[in-house]
């Protein structure tokens, strides 16, 4: 079973995968890891980036200056869609090639009588990626989860408190993504994540068992 994890910035996409990691033994793919694997120096992908944003993104070591392209797309949606135009075709390749590892992983050991959380002794591989729509990263999945935030005060703490940034960044991080709404009507499922851990487990076991 491949699920797919999407919702805005600080809505607890990361919380909702550890749960499954936990509970179900899913693997876990995110988006964002890959991305920042794929901009290690001298990479096809960061090659790209600095010809559509120019030398001034990398630092002095030649890595990518993540900050300051976070700065340059969250204030310019021309920016980001270039930027995401530039992702998502790297991205979504892994993400293929990381269900495949896993899957035939998971072949070997079942064949060998090691047992997975479902009754029927299922696989369960989770993809958090923020972008998940706009990557058409959907098409791999079986299903899809949104996790919102219905706190926003409570989402710009989280963003605040993960990336060490001030509460206006946060805002602005949050601004430039899809609503709730966008989230909830394209996904097969809701979970709404306040800080109500024992809550949020339940939202999850409910969705699987159903």
Request: glycine share 2%.
């Amino acid at each position: 079973m491949v699920i797919g994890i999407t919702g805005s910035s600080g809505a607890g996409k990361s919380t909702v995968c550890e749960i499954l990691q936990r509970k179900y033994k899913a693997k876990i793919i995110s988006a964002d890891k890959i991305a920042k694997n794929l901009s290690q120096k001298e990479t096809a992908y960061l090659t790209e980036i600095v010809k559509n944003f120019g030398q001034e993104i990398l630092l002095e070591n030649g890595e990518l200056n993540r900050r300051k392209l976070a700065d340059i797309i969250y204030n310019s949606e021309e920016k980001r869609e270039i930027l995401n135009n530039c992702t998502f075709k790297y991205i979504c390749k892994e993400i293929e090639k990381q269900i495949k590892e896993y899957t035939d992983i998971y072949k070997k050991e079942k064949l060998n009588n090691c047992v997975y959380s479902l009754k029927n002794n299922e696989l369960i591989i989770a993809i958090d990626a923020p972008l998940l729509f706009e990557a058409n990263a959907q098409n791999m999945c079986n299903i899809t989860i949104a996790v919102i935030s219905q706190n926003k005060e409570t989402q710009i703490n989280r963003i605040i408190n993960r990336d060490n940034i001030d509460k206006s960044h946060a805002i602005a991080r949050i601004n430039a993504q899809k609503s709730n709404d966008f989230y909830i009507n394209k996904c097969n499922y809701t979970i709404i994540n306040d800080n109500k851990l024992l809550d949020l487990e339940t939202q999850i076991d409910y969705i699987l068992k159903k």
